[in-house]
């Protein structure tokens, strides 16, 4: 089984300000990388797949990027809705899908 | 637009069994794969199964192999899934959600909780 890390935990940011969140996988996945919003109370939402493709109708700040073991969402200049938890998700290699544990980005 | 509303959800005592339905609407529901996703509360994201167009091919996550079966019925639009020997552990809101073509899960229902509690 893959295993996917996330890194910070959480990210303090302010409003307007850049994010960078990372992601690592345990084995190469290719560029079989997703990334996932969720925001309190709701369901994930797909932003990015294949490591950098967006999904239909997410906004041109979210971007990703990297490949094999080492993946990074970026949002450009954050806006009060993308305060969220973000997953990453792999699916190189599956059964199992495996998600990373999540990083909380949320108001400094 | 697609739609996914999952039903079924309820208390559970341990050892017990129960049925999630999840509907879609707003596709055409046959043509698309579906997964089964849980999240504990307060806890990240799990996938638990996977169900190809057909029936044909599924797969299930290690943790419920065994105790768990993927279905669909393409004429109804429905997924579902038949717990059984339910844990402590599986206490979840349980999303479906429609599949990309490789794995991704691109659109997700709202969600229906179990909690399996004596």
């Known amino acids: 089984e893959i295993v996917m890390t996330q890194s910070p935990a959480t990210l303090s940011v302010s409003p307007g300000e850049r994010a960078t969140l990372s992601c690592w996988a345990s084995?190469?996945?290719?560029?079989?990388l997703a990334w996932y919003q969720q925001k309190p109370g709701q369901a994930p939402r797909l932003l990015i797949y294949?490591?950098?493709t967006r999904a239909t109708g997410i906004p041109a700040r979210f971007s990703g990027s990297g490949s094999g073991t080492e993946f990074t969402l970026t949002i450009s200049s954050l806006q009060s809705e993308d305060f969220a938890v973000y997953y990453c998700q792999q699916y190189n290699n599956w059964p199992p899908i495996t998600f990373g544990p999540g990083t909380k980005v949320d108001i400094k | 637009e697609v739609h996914l509303v999952e039903s079924g959800g309820v208390v559970v005592q341990p050892g017990g069994s129960l049925r999630l339905s999840c509907v879609a609407s707003g596709f055409t529901f046959d043509d698309y794969a579906m997964h089964w996703v849980r999240q504990a509360p307060g806890k990240g994201l799990e996938w638990v199964s996977f169900i190809n167009w057909d029936g044909g091919s599924t797969y299930y996550a290690d943790s419920v192999k065994g105790r768990f079966t993927i279905s669909r019925d393409n004429s109804k639009n429905s997924l579902y899934l038949q717990m059984n020997s339910l844990r402590t552990e599986d206490t979840a809101l349980y999303y479906c959600a429609k599949a990309g073509r490789t794995g991704t899960a691109v659109h997700w229902g709202q969600g229906t909780l179990v909690t399996v509690s004596s």
């Open positions: 294949g490591a950098s």
């Open positions: 084995q190469s996945v290719s560029s079989n």
